[in-house]
Each structure stands twice: as C-alpha cells, then as structure tokens.
C-alpha cells in the first residue's frame, strides 16, 4: 500500500472485507436477494455510511428514513415513486434518493454502485 494523505480513504479492492446481506422479508421485496456491501467508511456519531454496494436483480419496497448518494459502476436500476412515476439510473449516473422516498428501488440486471448514506 502506498502512502496517501491523512483523512483521506479510498474505495481500493482488499481494504475492506466483504459484509454480505440476505433480504427476505416478504413485506419488503418479492423474491428473497443477497447483497454485498464493502464498507469504506463510517462515521456513526454522524449518520454516515459510505462504500461500494452490488446485487443481483430485485425488487424491494423502501421507505426511506435517510439521504443516499448512489453512483451506478455497472447494470442498470429502476426507482418508482409511489404515485408509479420511474426513471432508470445505469452506468456512469449519479443520483440522490432523499429522505422520505416512498415507493420501488429495482435492480433490473447485476447492480454495483458507490454509496454515501447520510442519516
């Protein structure tokens, strides 16, 4: 590893191990998915959560208690607002969802994206 400045971290392969999530619960996605998430930064005391996300295809159902930042690296997702309004995100995009958001978050292929969640 080379030296880099100090308070600065990067998003490199190997710096974090992998957490890997099952989501099952019915009342939040139709088909049960496993994600994986590298977390390259936390800041608790502040709400802050910050790494490299993937999934395979999914539905899930949110209602967003927090702000995310999303970045989409590869595949191509769908967010539907609860008034069924959508719009598709794909490689290269950079979006807000906002606290408050209500409705669908689809990952219509294999997603990877970078994340900041600020709660």
Not at 96 to 101: D, P, Y
């Amino acid at each position: 590893m080379t030296d880099q400045p100090t308070h600065v971290l990067t998003f490199e392969p190997g710096r974090t191990a992998p957490v890997e999530t099952l989501t099952d619960d019915p009342k939040a996605v139709d088909t049960p998915y496993r994600s994986t998430s590298w977390r390259h930064f936390s800041a608790p005391e502040r709400g802050a959560l910050a790494g490299i996300w993937e999934a395979e295809p999914h539905l899930e159902r949110c209602v967003c208690d927090y702000d995310e930042l999303c970045h989409i690296l590869e595949g191509e997702v769908r967010l539907t607002d609860a008034e069924g309004r959508a719009r598709r995100f794909g490689p290269g995009d950079s979006f807000v969802v906002e606290r408050g958001f209500r409705g669908t978050w689809e990952n219509l292929s294999f997603v990877r994206k970078v994340f900041f969640i600020l709660r």
